[in-house]
């Protein structure tokens, strides 16, 4: 419990067990939030065999200070699909537990901006989503089109997306979708089938991002799968930026985007700042670059005359490197700086070369690839290649152990154009 929070100020005390708030049963996280929302609450709590009530007072949504044995309240939701892309199951083995687990959690989906693809929630727990209004959700749809979803998801209830789906938007839930597109199973026609069936549903479905599928070198016994062509993508990119132009001229929107990958894999050019409005689907790489590189544009406009730069090296995905490259050395010429650095592109070997993203970009390969290379007085690499809030890389190498074996110091960087120029110019 948090020291002078409301619950501790009323006397809640540790180990005591919530049972209601304001008469509502409390069962999980989202229950707690939304109904600890209100400024008058009785709370029923329970420790042992006693049960007692404690009324208290604090402003509109503000957090009561409550602590529970987990974030959700609750065990997270497995995942209930064989989907033929999964990534999980092309993960190699002798890895960390944690990364084999496959959440489908309608709670992490508000919460945490998780992807689910609605196939293990119960008409109460669909119910309970409109009458909450949990809102946005993140919704895995890949197709629309019942027969191929099944395939796709491993799933006989797969076909019952789009019913839910328009049950969400009937109340007014908003809904944020992604489709992992797999040469000749969801493209091409179904593709568009499934544009046309989501651009129905808009203002409800806010925004779908269209991105290739992954694919590791681990897939021994899994579905026969290829990634696209540098055509095949260019394809894709051709269809959906057709479509969400005309959703652009009849809804105001233009909903759908590929992913920065798509137009890496497609050898095209990426679409100008403008082109992602609201940047709603950064988290599946969805104008990741272009917004990096506004970002750096701002950072150079405006910052202090005469900068200097110790010498650095940078270690990203082999998809970003030009791109990188390319910024890096713009924003010496603007600051009439000579800039001395390395960009390093790091061939995945732990996945496979098919995966070019640096999110992916393990511990092992950067030593592998780096270690005698000219890498100045500091390595820059993406934070995101870190598991989140922790010093370990993917393979459970830890980041000081990359910084010993090279000789220099690592340091994870955000993804974010001024945290970058901060940093390589020790702003």
Same mark, same amino acid.
């Given at each position: 419990?948090?020291?002078?929070?409301?619950?501790?100020?009323?006397?809640?005390?540790?180990?005591?067990?919530?049972?209601?708030? *304001? #008469?509502?049963?409390?069962?999980?996280? &989202?229950?707690?939030?939304?109904?600890?929302?209100?400024?008058?609450?009785?709370?029923?709590?329970? %420790?042992?065999?006693?049960?007692?009530?404690?009324?208290?007072?604090?402003?509109?949504?503000?957090?009561? =200070?409550?602590?529970?044995?987990?974030?959700?309240?609750?065990?997270?939701?497995?995942?209930? *699909?064989?989907?033929?892309?999964?990534?999980?199951?092309?993960?190699?083995?002798?890895?960390?537990?944690?990364?084999?687990?496959?959440?489908?959690?309608?709670?992490?989906?508000?919460?945490?901006?998780?992807?689910?693809?609605?196939? *293990?929630?119960?008409?109460?727990?669909?119910?309970?989503?409109? %009458?909450?209004?949990?809102?946005?959700?993140?919704?895995?749809?890949?197709?629309?089109?019942?027969?191929?979803?099944?395939?796709?998801? =491993?799933?006989?209830?797969?076909?019952?997306?789009?019913?839910?789906?328009?049950?969400?938007?009937?109340?007014?839930?908003?809904? *944020?979708?992604?489709?992992?597109?797999?040469?000749?199973?969801?493209?091409?026609?179904?593709?568009?089938?499934?544009?046309?069936?989501?651009?129905? &549903?808009?203002?409800?479905?806010?925004?779908?991002?269209?991105?290739?599928?992954?694919?590791?070198?681990?897939?021994?016994?899994?579905?026969?799968?290829?990634?696209?062509? /540098?055509?095949?993508?260019?394809?894709?990119?051709?269809?959906?930026?057709?479509?969400?132009?005309?959703?652009?001229?009849? /809804?105001?929107?233009?909903?759908?985007?590929?992913?920065?990958?798509?137009?890496? /894999?497609?050898?095209?050019? &990426?679409?100008?700042?403008?082109?992602?409005?609201?940047?709603?689907?950064?988290?599946? #790489?969805?104008?990741?670059?272009?917004?990096?590189?506004?970002?750096?544009? =701002?950072?150079?406009?405006?910052?202090?005359?005469?900068?200097?730069?110790?010498?650095?090296?940078?270690?990203?995905?082999?998809?970003?490197?030009?791109?990188?490259?390319?910024?890096?050395?713009?924003?010496? %010429?603007?600051?009439?700086?000579?800039?001395?650095?390395?960009?390093?592109?790091?061939?995945?070997?732990?996945?496979?070369?098919?995966?070019?993203?640096?999110?992916?970009?393990?511990?092992?390969?950067?030593?592998?690839?780096?270690? #005698?290379?000219?890498?100045?007085?500091?390595?820059?690499?993406?934070?995101?290649?870190?598991?989140?809030?922790?010093?370990?890389?993917?393979?459970?190498?830890?980041? %000081?152990?990359?910084?010993?074996?090279?000789?220099?110091?690592?340091?994870?960087?955000?993804?974010? =154009?001024?945290?970058?120029?901060?940093?390589?110019?020790?702003?």
């Amino acid at each position: 419990m948090t020291p002078g929070s409301p619950a501790a100020r009323a006397g809640v005390r540790a180990g005591e067990t919530l049972l209601s708030i *304001n #008469g509502h049963p409390i069962r999980d996280v &989202l229950d707690y939030k939304f109904y600890a929302y209100d400024p008058h609450l009785e709370l029923e709590l329970q %420790e042992g065999e006693r049960r007692r009530c404690v009324r208290l007072g604090k402003d509109a949504g503000e957090d009561l =200070g409550l602590e529970f044995e987990t974030y959700l309240m609750d065990r997270a939701r497995g995942c209930a *699909n064989r989907c033929v892309f999964c990534f999980v199951d092309q993960m190699p083995p002798g890895m960390r537990e944690t990364l084999y687990f496959k959440d489908d959690d309608a709670r992490l989906s508000f919460l945490m901006g998780n992807y689910i693809t609605l196939t *293990n929630l119960s008409a109460r727990e669909r119910q309970r989503i409109c %009458e909450l209004r949990i809102s946005p959700i993140n919704i895995s749809v890949h197709a629309t089109d019942p027969e191929v979803r099944r395939l796709l998801l =491993g799933n006989r209830r797969a076909g019952e997306c789009m019913e839910h789906m328009r049950g969400f938007a009937q109340a007014g839930i908003v809904m *944020n979708c992604q489709i992992v597109a797999c040469p000749g199973l969801n493209d091409g026609a179904v593709l568009r089938q499934s544009m046309e069936d989501l651009a129905a &549903l808009y203002p409800q479905v806010k925004s779908v991002s269209v991105v290739p599928v992954g694919i590791t070198r681990h897939r021994a016994g899994l579905y026969p799968l290829r990634p696209y062509t /540098q055509a095949e993508a260019a394809a894709v990119v051709e269809q959906v930026e057709a479509f969400a132009q005309t959703c652009l001229e009849e /809804q105001g929107s233009r909903i759908f985007w590929c992913s920065d990958e798509f137009y890496l /894999q497609g050898g095209l050019a &990426l679409p100008e700042d403008e082109y992602f409005e609201d940047y709603t689907q950064l988290e599946n #790489g969805v104008g990741m670059l272009r917004l990096l590189e506004t970002e750096w544009k =701002g950072a150079c406009l405006t910052a202090p005359q005469a900068l200097s730069a110790p010498p650095f090296s940078l270690a990203t995905g082999v998809a970003a490197a030009p791109f990188l490259q390319e910024i890096i050395d713009r924003a010496g %010429e603007s600051c009439h700086t000579d800039l001395n650095y390395q960009v390093y592109p790091i061939v995945n070997r732990f996945f496979g070369e098919t995966i070019t993203v640096a999110g992916l970009i393990t511990g092992q390969d950067l030593m592998d690839q780096l270690r #005698g290379q000219d890498l100045g007085e500091r390595l820059l690499i993406a934070q995101n290649m870190l598991r989140h809030g922790e010093r370990v890389f993917l393979d459970d190498v830890s980041l %000081e152990e990359v910084s010993q074996t090279l000789g220099v110091p690592v340091i994870p960087v955000p993804q974010d =154009g001024f945290a970058l120029f901060d940093a390589i110019f020790q702003l």
